[in-house]
């Protein structure tokens, strides 16, 4: 038993899954930073809908402590910069701070305008602080030791177990909140979902939110999907399915209805279960495909050169 | 904005105020209205109930409420 528990939590694997979920992660951040910077002003600032942090026991952030719009500013400008710096891996424990330290200043400030997929955003970004994310794929990896850049280095796994099982809750955690509703139980739940104009992106076929069969079908369908998550993705067989039809799950849910970043929060904490040999293949294949790339560019300008030399004689 | 939480009334009409106010028509009055449609269950006509709007809060906008500073 402790030896199960000591290799679940301790045993060594390859940083390759983790630099994967770093790199889409910073991804997710910049797009989220270039979004609030949008409604900066309107959102947090202090003529804005909301002058001042409303504030709560136990919470903290920066913008409490730095009122006014330059702060504003430089907090928004430090967290695009940690972000773009988590991307390609500089100073990476540090950048990771000051991301979550950002998003939470943000949320905090103005608690109202986010949502479920934020507060999930702002959880990863705490693990990935926890994490030696910078241990592949990363600038600090390149000044560590340039010439094993494409190797990842082991490292102990439980950052990652720590975004499993917060994957894994979320799924249990909806699943019973959801059970102790009325309308996920009457099976008519995704047909009201799919009906609320407001938050509607794209139109889904009429037949699945009149009919009451389709409805309960796709209810019950979510319900299952979701506990299957839960409890599923454990199970090393059973895993590629069930995130399979995860994946499908939320891009249905991204193509429907308007749920900020959670979709995109959801499939960046799914990163975690790549298994590390399957993200070093990936990252491999990406960096051959780059340097055919490259390759044929270079191809191509040494004969435009070619040809203008010509040219010119 | 969520209709649900009053702490965000006041100083949200205060921003409408602002934003929308020209030089020589200055807004005077901002009313917040609350906009519902009750869904009908699947398969029932009509598939939602028409939709209800609701005054539910209102501010008269002083001069100095434009004049700038928080909306507190």
Known sequence: MTESWQRFWFSEEETSTLALLRIAFALVVIGWTLAVVVDLSA??????ILPSEPGAPGTWGLMAVLPGHAALIVCAVVLLAAAVCLLVGYRTRLASVLVFAGLVSFQRRNPFVFDSGDSLLRIIALFLALSPAGASLSIDRLRKAR???????????????LMQIQLSMIYLATVWAKARGTAWNHGTAVSYALRLKDLNRFPVPHLLTSSTVLSSVATYGTLATEFALAVLVWNRKARPWVLGLGVALHLGIEYSIRV???????LVIYVAFVPSDAAARLILAARDQLGRLRAVAAGFSL???RRAQAGVR | MDAGHTALWRPAAVYIARQTSRPGHPVVLVTLVRQTSMNNPPGRRPESEPTVSEPYYTLRVTPALLGGGTAR
């Open chain 1, 43 to 48: 959102l947090f600032g202090s003529t804005g």
């Open chain 1, 147 to 161: 010439e094993r850049f494409w190797e990842f280095p082991s490292r102990a796994v439980w950052p990652l177990r």
């Open chain 1, 260 to 266: 900020g970043f959670f979709t995109l929060g959801m």
């Open chain 1, 303 to 305: 004969r435009g050169a």
